[in-house]
């Protein structure tokens, strides 16, 4: 039995048990003793405790079936209000760009631009393109699904060779030109 179903029980109890006590011990102040004289109540202060017994359990049915209802409300809803709450958003990002005050206000922050890719990335990226094409072939879009499988590339870099130095340029020596100028040294 369930812990629900146990608790419904009880309550069901405690009725049956209010309904007996009012007609049974008619004398509502007639005390009564519990539990080997341990408790004394009267009828009408132990018809109370049963009965809030009662209505805490009638209290929990009626919030539960109010709760159930507002979750079958919010289910219902909600993927629409999360979608017009996106595009609600989107139309803020794109009336103020990167605007951080703005976006603030909302609650916003800008978006980060994405990192540039390094060359090394890139070269990785296309000759993984490459060998993904090589091993699958030209094919058509069926024929593409029945391929399965992470294709593997790698890419070998050789650094280029340092440039040989130029030969070295013996230095001409100029006679001073006429008024006191030296001459350029002609470049080879």
Same mark, same amino acid.
């Given at each position: 039995? *369930?812990?629900? +179903?146990?608790? /419904?029980?009880?309550?069901?109890?405690? &009725?049956?048990?209010?309904? &007996?006590?009012?007609?049974?011990?008619? /004398?509502?102040?007639?005390?009564?003793?519990?539990?080997? *004289?341990?408790?004394? @109540?009267?009828?009408?202060?132990?018809?109370? #405790?049963?009965?809030?017994? @009662?209505?805490?359990?009638?209290? !929990?049915?009626?919030?539960?079936?109010?709760?159930? &209802?507002?979750?079958?409300?919010?289910?219902?809803?909600?993927?629409?209000?999360?979608?017009?709450?996106?595009?609600?958003? #989107?139309?803020?990002?794109?009336?103020?760009?990167?605007?951080?005050?703005? @976006?603030?206000?909302?609650?916003?922050?800008?978006?980060?631009?994405?990192?540039?890719?390094?060359? !090394?990335?890139?070269? !990785?990226?296309?000759?993984?393109?490459?060998?993904?094409?090589?091993?699958?072939?030209?094919? &058509?879009?069926?024929?593409?699904?029945? !391929?399965?499988? +992470?294709?593997?590339?790698? @890419?070998?870099?050789?650094?280029?060779?340092?440039?040989?130095?130029?030969?070295?340029?013996?230095?001409?020596?100029?006679?001073?030109?006429?008024?006191?100028?030296?001459?350029?040294?002609?470049?080879?």
């Amino acid at each position: 039995m *369930g812990k629900n +179903n146990a608790k /419904n029980d009880r309550a069901a109890r405690a &009725g049956k048990l209010i309904a &007996g006590a009012r007609l049974r011990f008619p /004398n509502a102040s007639q005390v009564l003793t519990f539990g080997g *004289g341990a408790t004394s @109540l009267t009828v009408d202060a132990a018809i109370k #405790e049963l009965q809030e017994l @009662l209505d805490l359990r009638a209290a !929990v049915v009626a919030a539960r079936a109010a709760a159930s &209802g507002k979750v079958q409300a919010e289910r219902a809803r909600f993927p629409t209000l999360v979608a017009f709450m996106n595009a609600f958003e #989107e139309l803020v990002r794109f009336t103020f760009g990167a605007d951080a005050a703005a @976006l603030a206000d909302f609650g916003l922050t800008p978006r980060k631009a994405p990192a540039p890719k390094s060359a !090394v990335t890139l070269a !990785v990226a296309a000759a993984k393109a490459r060998a993904t094409r090589e091993a699958r072939g030209t094919k &058509g879009s069926k024929a593409r699904k029945a !391929v399965r499988g +992470n294709v593997t590339a790698t @890419l070998v870099v050789t650094p280029a060779a340092a440039p040989a130095p130029a030969p070295a340029v013996p230095a001409v020596a100029t006679a001073p030109a006429p008024g006191g100028a030296a001459e350029p040294t002609p470049k080879a």
